[in-house]
């Protein structure tokens, strides 16, 4: 028997997002997450206008802002000379209702969303099930669900696949994670140092691009992250160790090598786009669709930004308002922006801050400046790091 509900497959921000905006729009949802309980660990931390904007609509945007930290200007900067360019969100306050990065860690919101949403009859999660396989189907989708050492098949209307970037939705499907791996990795250590105090007038999201190297700091509720990229020839163990983690600090500032380190995760970092968003009933999102690296806090953004377009076409799908071929739209937008403007940024991010020889270190930093120093300019990157031009292409798209 088919029930008359979607499945979503992981309880993370992206999956619990598309369950609170499908119950919003009165579409009932079951959520199946592997994991025992929700995941606790440190990983995305940045939302980004829009996306507030998004969840604001969800009642979710206040008591996340409250738990996080309001964050105006990013900048870029060298440790030898200091800023070389400053960027203040408020210039796009007429393009966005929340005209700043919110810096929280995105285990906040899926808490947040998972308390809103229990007490909603339409809303069902199951813990410690996994969905092992998918098949799309005539008039619904079948779906095998590991629980409790034993497998069962269950048939709804529709399936989200936000399982992440291991993703057995994605690999159910037989849709190729098409993109490549970066030889570096990307080394994040959390610690509770004073970086702010160290370097004049430091602002909570900085990029420093120095002749011997880059790094990247940023700060969270109660702690700075500092990001650096760790040449491939290095093993994890070593990447990893308590002394190489206090000499990076220690390269950002000396006195930083002796500070509390609360945590450090090495990443691979990758820039993968699915081959298709789309198969049948069946559409992935997130981490599952497309992955690249963090530099520009892009990736659980624009999961996000997935999880309210899919959503919204369904319900209007689901409530006979609108034609099957509605969905369509989605791979046609979605895809086509991630490969089109988020994939060639986050790119691009990254080559310009590890420019390889002086000339081309003098060349970004003289760009950025003159895009600082130009207003004109400086709201046409602003709108983009935001993400919010990348809305309005993916509008044009389908």
């Known amino acids: 028997m088919i029930e008359n509900r979607i499945f979503i497959a992981g309880a993370g921000p992206v999956g619990l997002t598309a369950a609170a905006n499908l119950l919003r729009l009165g579409v009932p949802v079951t959520v199946f997450e592997a994991m025992p309980a929700l995941n606790e660990e440190s990983r995305a931390s940045t939302f980004h206008p829009p996306s507030l904007d998004m969840l604001d609509a969800l009642d979710v945007a206040k008591p996340l802002i409250a738990r996080g930290l309001v964050v105006g200007q990013y900048e870029h900067r060298t440790k030898r000379d200091g800023v070389f360019a400053r960027f203040d969100f408020s210039a796009i306050a007429d393009a966005t209702r929340h005209p700043y990065r919110l810096q929280v860690e995105q285990n906040q919101l899926t808490r947040i969303l998972l308390d809103k949403l229990r007490p909603d009859r339409n809303f069902r999660i199951e ?5 092992e396989h998918v ?20 048939r709804g209307r529709y399936v989200i696949g936000a399982d992440g970037a291991h993703s057995n939705v994605r690999r159910a499907l037989g849709v190729e994670f098409e993109g490549f791996t970066w030889p570096e990795r990307f080394l994040v250590i ?25 790094f990247f700091l940023l700060r969270i509720p109660g702690f700075w ?8 020839d290095m093993p994890d163990d070593a990447a990893t160790s308590d002394a190489h983690a206090r000499a990076c600090l220690g390269s950002v500032v000396s006195s930083a090598a002796e500070a509390k380190i609360e945590h450090v995760t090495l990443y691979k970092v990758h820039q993968r786009v699915a081959k298709s968003f789309r198969v049948g009933r069946v559409f992935l999102a997130g981490d599952a669709a ?10 659980m953004n624009g999961g996000i930004h997935d999880a309210f377009n899919v959503t919204a076409r ?18 046609a937008q979605r895809r086509g922006i991630t490969i089109e403007v988020v994939q060639k940024q986050t790119i691009q991010n990254k080559r310009n801050l590890e420019a390889a020889d002086e000339a081309g270190q003098r060349q970004f930093r003289a760009d950025m400046a003159a895009t600082a120093a130009d207003k004109q300019a400086a709201y046409s990157h602003l709108l983009r790091v935001s993400m919010i031009s990348s809305l309005r292409r993916a509008a044009e798209l389908g």
């Open 225 to 232: 992250r500092a990001m650096f990229p760790i040449s491939p």
């Open 314 to 331: 369904l319900a209007e799908v689901w409530h006979a308002r609108a034609p099957e071929h509605t969905l369509d739209g989605y791979d």
């Open 290 to 299: 497309h992955v690249n690296n963090p530099l520009g806090g892009m990736g």
């Open 127 to 131: 813990f410690g099930a996994s969905v």
């Open 190 to 214: 959390s610690t509770a140092f004073p970086f702010d105090a160290a370097f004049d007038d430091l602002a909570p999201v900085s990029y420093f691009s120095d002749s011997d190297g880059w």
């Open 135 to 154: 098949a799309d189907e005539v008039d619904g989708v079948c779906v095998t669900v590991m629980a409790r050492g034993a497998l069962r098949e269950l």
